[in-house]
């Protein structure tokens, strides 16, 4: 079966500095690796995804790095700012099963 | 606006009874899905309906029950059964949206059940 796992539960960052949230998968079968952003008391929301053909994706703000050698993704937050705090969950998907989430990382922003 | 609708936002259960929590979609998603989210911890899965009048238990569906009627709505009812059900409730769609997937899977903004 999937497992998805996080090498950092917690992670404190001063405002304005980069952030990096690593994630770790085991099924090399992934088409797609999509990152979510939990804000207290809401439900997750879609951030940004690559597919399984790139190492590289950037959007507003994030880069997404794919090492599917070592099965390794990690999502960077340039200029971290406070509305940034959240839980990150990454998800590989298969197409095939309901997604399946890490615990997830919390990324608190120090002003 | 397209999207996800659940209510309510906060539900009290007492001891006993059973409460059904409602979860609408607008997205035009074939598959839905309920999860439970404890304080601190991750997503697990409860259930999953990929086609209207058909679907699948999850990790931990005993003293959950779902229905799939409509494509639009799939509600899910805690009966008195589940022993600790106090937790945040996250209902879900997967299809065609933001991600190149079209198996990315949107959320609604969750229903707290407490037991009184």
């Known amino acids: 079966g999937e497992s998805v796992g996080l090498h950092l539960p917690t992670l404190s960052v001063q405002e304005g500095d980069n952030s990096i949230i690593n994630c770790a998968y085991s099924?090399?079968?992934?088409?797609?690796f999509i990152w979510y952003k939990q804000e207290s008391g809401k439900g997750p929301q879609f951030i940004i995804d690559?597919?399984?053909?790139?190492d590289k994706r950037q959007g507003q703000r994030v880069t997404v790095l794919l090492n599917k050698t070592v099965k390794h993704l990690s999502l960077q937050i340039a200029a971290t700012q406070p509305g940034d705090s959240a839980v990150y969950f990454c998800?590989?998907?298969?197409?095939?099963?309901?997604?399946?989430f890490g615990k997830g990382t919390r990324l608190s922003v120090i002003a | 606006d397209g999207g996800i609708t659940q209510s309510p936002k906060y539900l009290f259960r007492k001891e006993g009874q059973n409460v059904t929590l409602s979860c609408e979609q607008n997205?035009?998603?074939?598959?839905m899905y309920w999860y439970r989210q404890d304080p601190g911890q991750g997503l697990r899965l409860i259930y999953y309906?990929?086609?209207?009048?058909?679907?699948q238990k999850g990790d931990i569906a005993e003293g959950y029950s779902v229905s799939r009627e409509k494509k639009e709505s799939f509600p899910l009812t805690v009966t008195s059964a589940q022993k600790n059900p106090t937790a945040f409730y996250l209902c879900?769609?997967?299809?065609?949206?933001?991600?190149?997937?079209?198996?990315?899977?949107?959320f609604g903004e969750g229903s707290w059940l407490t037991v009184v």
């Open positions: 879900a769609s997967s299809g065609r949206g933001q991600g190149a997937s079209g198996n990315t899977i949107y």
């Open positions: 099924n090399s079968a992934s088409d797609y």
């Open positions: 690559i597919r399984s053909n790139m």
């Open positions: 998800a590989p998907d298969s197409g095939n099963t309901p997604l399946v």
């Open positions: 997205l035009n998603h074939d598959a």
């Open positions: 309906s990929q086609i209207v009048n058909d679907f």
